[in-house]
């Protein structure tokens, strides 16, 4: 089951270019904005990412900042759909510094509202919070504030997820310009916000209140969206809070009613979970059934359609990469080319006298040069390819881990669900098969869960790096070898998954050596944390090897080790001997 949250939607503004009332002029000024909207609605992320760049090219060297500005602003939206969070962030900086040293106000308002949308988006509410306030002081500063900003109501929301007690005067500023304005759409919003604060402080009786006037002006504001969120709140509240299933069935169904055509929306998934649920308390088990199966349904063609997205997006961000990368060595090749003419030029005239000598010098040289480069190339690109591998390694091997615990996990359940409702049906046909298959059921959900568990260990992503090593210790340990676990790190530290997650694959494959090849009775791993810098000392009693020669295991040798380590801005140390045991030291730069 789901609260809802109200959806503010911004004013849509059509722009209609009516080339018989305007000059050209007035084109020309409106032209960026037009064609970068035309990409965006349109999807044509690629061609608007090249528009947007020669626009904001073309501004900085006219000194145009506002409307760079305005560019860069449209140019982190397209990075954002594009889920590239980084570039999205690096845009908007990087906008921010041009408005901040050229003092252009409105700029920064907009750029600081936007970055701080884009840190509530990943959920980081404190920093969003943060920027949201700045850009509040300095509309205040500069008497550009007003009761009906949107920002009050996404600072609102970043309030109530921190639970800071600031959250009140948001909520009653936001009715107070609801109830000025005489909205019905925004009173209705306006007392949601107030359904879900009292919801989450557990005063259920004052929070029914609230939901009922939200209620009560949804259906007066004729919005549909506002009327289904206020029926999916009602619904909620009746199933969770007052017991009352019947009546939170019919909300659900009249959500159903209002839009037929809508068969495969995450709100039409929500509503079919939620109905299945009421059902299943009544004991319809029929209907439960039927709407469990039309939200798996549903979440199933979202889910393609979620990943035919992802994957158009991938290839888009290949394409932009790609032409990127061109440009830059479009660009470096023209300079290469430019500095060797110089040289050339110049040796030529300061040492005409000697040229048939020097030339040929000049000519091995460079050649040795071509070479080395080309060496250093073919070792990067080789580098590159085993990184690209073991990060395509790590990524699937998550992505099954999720659609075994996700998917094929919701599946057995659900085939229970179907073997209790018939059970429940018919109690005469209780017959030993069906028990059978209830427990075959159980053992192939519980072998699936552990199977998602080795993919993707369960202490790594709830507890972090550090239980997750000291049960790696205690899971390998044996009679015959023993693993033992020291950290001098401060308990409770956590690091970046991806961060965390490579350091225990790497850990892991290094004991997986030690059990494979180095005989030894004795092993251990200890972590320090020293300079920003986290320290992983791993040693055996074995029987050695030659450093000379690299062992490489099933897929996973010293060689590629050492390029994680090194693709992770870190260094590793081996010293080994034979039947002298070996020791490894690996230092790893701790990401921000």
């Known amino acids: 089951m789901t609260l809802k949250w109200t959806n503010f939607k911004l004013p849509f503004w059509t722009i209609l270019l009516l080339f018989i009332l305007f000059s050209r002029f007035a084109t020309a000024q409106n032209k960026t904005t037009d ?7 349109n999807k044509d992320y690629l061609n608007g990412l090249k528009y947007s760049r020669q626009k904001s090219k073309l501004y900085l060297e006219n000194k145009d900042y506002k409307r760079y500005c305005d560019v860069s602003l449209k140019k982190a939206d397209i990075y954002f759909m594009l ?6 962030f690096e845009t908007l900086f990087k906008a921010l510094k041009i408005a901040e040293d050229h003092n252009i106000v409105e700029s920064r308002i907009k750029i600081m509202e936007d970055i701080g949308h884009r840190y509530a988006s990943i959920r980081d509410y404190k920093k969003a919070k943060k920027y949201y306030e700045i850009s ?7 008497n550009l504030l007003s009761d009906d900003l949107f920002v009050y109501q996404r600072l609102y929301k970043a309030l109530f997820y921190l639970d800071s007690d600031s959250v009140t005067f948001y909520m009653n500023k936001i009715m107070r310009s609801a109830k000025k304005s005489g909205d019905f759409s925004r009173l209705s919003s306006s007392y949601n916000n107030y359904y879900t604060y009292y919801s989450n402080k557990q005063n259920y009786v004052l929070a029914k209140k609230y939901l009922d006037s939200c209620a009560f002006y949804a259906e007066k504001s004729k919005s549909t969206e506002r009327i289904v969120t206020s029926l999916s709140n009602l619904g909620y509240h009746s199933l969770t809070v007052e017991k009352n299933y019947k009546k939170g069935i019919e909300q659900y169904l009249k959500i159903l009613e209002i839009n037929p055509s809508d068969t495969i929306s995450q709100n039409v998934s929500d509503t079919y979970l939620n109905l299945s649920y009421g059902y299943e308390m009544m004991g319809d088990y029929k209907n439960a059934i039927d709407y469990m199966n039309k939200y798996f349904h549903v979440n199933e063609t979202i889910y393609e359609d979620n990943i035919k997205r992802a994957i158009s997006d991938v290839e888009t961000k290949y394409k932009i990469e790609k032409i990127e990368n061109e440009n830059k060595e479009k660009q470096r090749l023209l300079e290469e080319k430019q500095k060797n003419n110089q040289k050339i030029i110049l040796i030529f005239i300061a040492l005409f006298a000697f040229s048939t000598i020097l030339f040929y010098f000049f000519y091995q040289n460079l050649k040795l040069k071509q070479k080395n480069r080309f060496i250093e190339l073919d070792r990067q690109i080789k580098q590159n390819i085993i990184n690209a591998t073991i990060d395509g390694q790590e990524i699937e091997r998550k992505n099954i881990a999720t659609i075994l615990h996700d998917s094929i996990s919701a599946l057995l359940s659900s085939a229970g669900l179907h073997l209790s409702a018939y059970a429940a049906k018919n109690p005469t046909e209780n017959s030993e098969e069906i028990q059978k298959t209830r427990a075959i059921l159980k053992e192939a959900h519980d072998n699936v869960r552990d199977l998602s568990h080795e993919l993707i260990p369960p202490l790594l992503a709830k507890f972090g790096l550090f239980h997750a090593l000291q049960d790696l210790c205690e899971k390998n340990s044996n009679s015959i070898l023993q693993f033992e676990y ?11 998954e991806e961060f965390e997650m490579r350091v225990y694959f790497i850990t892991a494959e290094l004991f997986n050596n030690i059990i494979k090849h180095s005989k030894a009775s004795k092993a251990y791993i200890t972590l320090e944390e020293n300079n920003k810098q986290l320290l992983l000392t791993i040693e055996d009693d074995g029987k050695g090897f030659d450093t000379s020669k690299e062992l490489l295991s099933d897929g996973f040798g010293l060689t590629q080790i050492k390029s994680r380590i090194k693709h992770l801005k870190g260094t590793i140390s081996i010293n080994s001997k034979i039947n002298a045991g ?3 030291y690996i230092k790893l730069q701790i990401p921000k």
Do not use: A, H, M, W
């Open 35 to 41: 064609s970068l909207s035309y990409y965006i609605e």
């Open 83 to 88: 889920n590239d969070n980084q570039k999205s």
């Open 136 to 142: 509040l002081n300095l509309r205040k500063r500069n």
């Open 486 to 496: 020291s950290s001098y790190v401060p308990q409770g530290r956590r690091y970046n």
């Open 582 to 584: 070996t020791l490894i």
